[in-house]
Nanobody
């Protein structure tokens, strides 16, 4: 499976963006999917993840209550809705998948990565 992330951009603090991660090559309805981000000079960090069924979702404490991950199985796409954005959310956001139904928060558990999409939040 190949992943294509999109939807990034520049927004003012308090605004919203919706990122999308489209899969091609095969259905990833049996794959867990995660979103990670990396800010300049920082390590890549976990943001959110969904089990293959979408029945289980997980969030970093820093985004809990503001971000929501969801799956559109018909379109083979996973979304990350980001609300109440803060300048500290500025980063390149990556989607990733693992060929197992259970999600994790560890980047090294994910086998396939999209190319990243830039999110910039201005104050």
């Amino acid at each position: 499976v190949q992943l294509q992330a999109s939807g990034g951009g520049e927004v003012q603090a308090g605004g919203s963006l919706r990122l999308s991660c489209a899969a091609s090559g095969r259905s990833f309805s049996t794959f867990a999917v995660g979103w990670f981000r990396q800010a300049p000079g920082k390590e890549r960090e976990f943001v959110a993840a969904s089990t293959a069924t979408g029945g289980g979702t997980y969030y970093a404490d820093s985004v809990k209550g503001r971000f929501a991950i969801s799956r559109d199985t018909a379109k083979n796409t996973v979304h990350l809705q980001m609300n109440s954005l803060k300048p500290e959310d500025t980063a390149v956001y990556y989607c990733a998948s693992r060929p197992y139904p259970l999600a994790t928060t560890r980047a090294h558990d994910y086998h396939t990565w999209g190319q990243g999409t830039q999110v910039t939040v201005s104050s």
